[in-house]
């Protein structure tokens, strides 16, 4: 199992056996211990051994597989209890962001093996695990079938924060920044403007050189993890003549005289993660859808309608198998496009059909004729409909699920710059 280093477990252990033994219609909060078998972790053969050209995609190694599993105990020891509570306040817990941070110990092997959910990939030089970058997309998915607001810190932690470090920043900036958001920083990154949404490279935002440092005027909004992020990356234009050439990236800490940090945002989804405006006044700047599906199916079996489960009814069957399939092509998509990145293969136009896939694909002509739904709400909404009554109140979280899917098709690009770009790739193969 896995365990924060020092500390003692034993009444979270207790807590936990008290949960599965909890009837579902008491407790309707809690994790399903039903999962989609295509999301369980096995381990890859032996290439070598087995005479294979390559592994399927589902299949993990040794380090990946223990990391899925000690994510999913995580988030169901430290997440689950507070989901409902952080979604009504609209606050990430302390203790989670902490939980996070901190460093663990994996004692399912004879080996200690350690790890840090906010540097997967980042290397141990830094204070990171050390892991691969695939590691990073499992974990993500196993704290996104609890809390999808959690799942995007650690992703936006790992996937932008310290990837923008390790790849485009000089040497004295990684011994500064790497130790502190590996240790206790949150990152936050500042892109988009009231004007300046999927067309980012009109920005507004000016950073006006003055001798050997540069003045930076601007308002960024919708800025994610803004409200607890101690250190921003501010995307600015030196020289609007240039044009998109023109924009760098600054470094900006949260203490910095002139940066303004606002109100959040009342969402309507994942609420727990703050999204706020942020303000620069002369800044002086040197050069979705698995967790709802696990806990919905189950309660189909439960649920008895005219003498017989729900589910044994084969046309919820069908419903059922339809949106299990739309979720094993998302995943596998998405795992394709991991994979290769992690190789340094170029991943563009897959990350792409990925996201597009995942966020605006055709749904099966039975269910919704042929009107593009998005696999995540195709996926909640029907959700919602096998659960009958209960579904649509807050006693289940299977309403919240819905609410954190919709930011899907807007944020980290939309479907129509997705399609964009898959067709660029495609012009130049042909």
């Given amino acids: 199992m896995w365990k924060p280093a020092g ?3 034993r009444e979270g252990v207790k807590a936990s056996k008290l949960r599965r033994h909890t009837p579902a ?3 309707p909060w809690r994790v399903s211990p039903c999962v989609f ?14 005479g294979l050209a390559c592994a399927p995609l589902q299949m993990f ?6 990391l899925k599993d000690m994510v999913t105990k995580f988030a169901q020891e430290r997440v689950a209890p507070f989901v409902q509570k952080m979604d009504e306040n609209a606050k990430m817990e302390d203790s989670i962001i902490q939980g996070l941070f901190e460093q663990g110990v994996c004692t399912l092997l004879p080996n200690l093996y350690f790890w840090k959910l906010m540097s997967i990939e980042l290397g141990e030089e830094y204070g990171g695990t050390g892991a691969s970058f695939f590691s990073i997309i499992l974990a993500v998915e196993e704290l996104a079938k609890v809390d999808p607001a959690v799942a995007l810190v650690c992703e936006l932690q790992n996937t932008l924060t310290n990837k923008l470090f390790t790849t ?18 949150l990152g936050s990154f500042c892109l988009s403007e009231a004007g300046s949404g999927s067309d980012a490279f009109s920005l507004k935002t000016r950073a006006e ?24 990356f501010v995307m600015a234009n030196t020289d609007p003549s240039l044009g998109y050439r023109g924009i760098t990236c600054f470094i900006v800490d949260r203490n910095t005289e002139g940066l303004h940090v606002g109100k959040k945002e009342d969402k309507l989804g994942i609420r727990a993660s703050s999204t706020c405006p942020v303000t620069f006044d002369n800044v002086k700047m040197l050069g979705l859808a698995q967790g709802c599906f696990d806990r919905t199916v189950p309660y189909t079996k439960e649920r008895v309608q005219f003498g017989k489960s729900v589910f044994d009814f084969q046309g919820m ?5 339809q949106v299990a399939t739309q979720l094993e092509a998302a995943r596998l998509l998405t795992y394709n496009a991991a994979r290769l990145a992690e190789t340094g293969r170029p991943a563009i136009k897959e990350a792409s059909m990925a996201k597009y896939f995942t966020a605006e694909v055709p749904a099966s002509p039975s269910l919704q004729g042929f009107i593009p739904l998005l696999v995540a709400t195709l996926t909640t909404s029907k959700c919602i409909e096998w659960m009958g009554g209960v ?4 006693n289940y979280p299977i309403e919240k699920y819905y609410r954190d899917c919709k930011i899907g098709t807007i944020y980290e690009g939309t479907s129509n710059i997705q399609l964009s770009t898959i067709a660029k790739f495609l012009a130049q193969e042909y």
């Fill in 7 to 9: 500390m003692d477990t």
């Fill in 25 to 27: 219609y008491l407790a």
């Fill in 37 to 50: 078998r295509s999301s369980k972790s096995e381990l890859k053969p032996n290439l070598a051994s087995d």
């Fill in 61 to 66: 190694t040794e380090e990946e597989a223990m």
């Fill in 168 to 185: 485009y920043g000089t040497e004295e900036q990684k011994r500064t920044y790497l130790p502190r958001v590996s240790k206790d920083t």
């Fill in 209 to 232: 050189k003055k001798g050997d440092y540069y003045i930076i005027n601007g308002s960024k909004m919708w800025i994610s993890l803004a409200e607890d992020a101690g250190v921003f």
């Fill in 317 to 321: 069957q069908h419903q059922i198998a």
């Fill in 391 to 394: 579904g649509f109140t807050k």
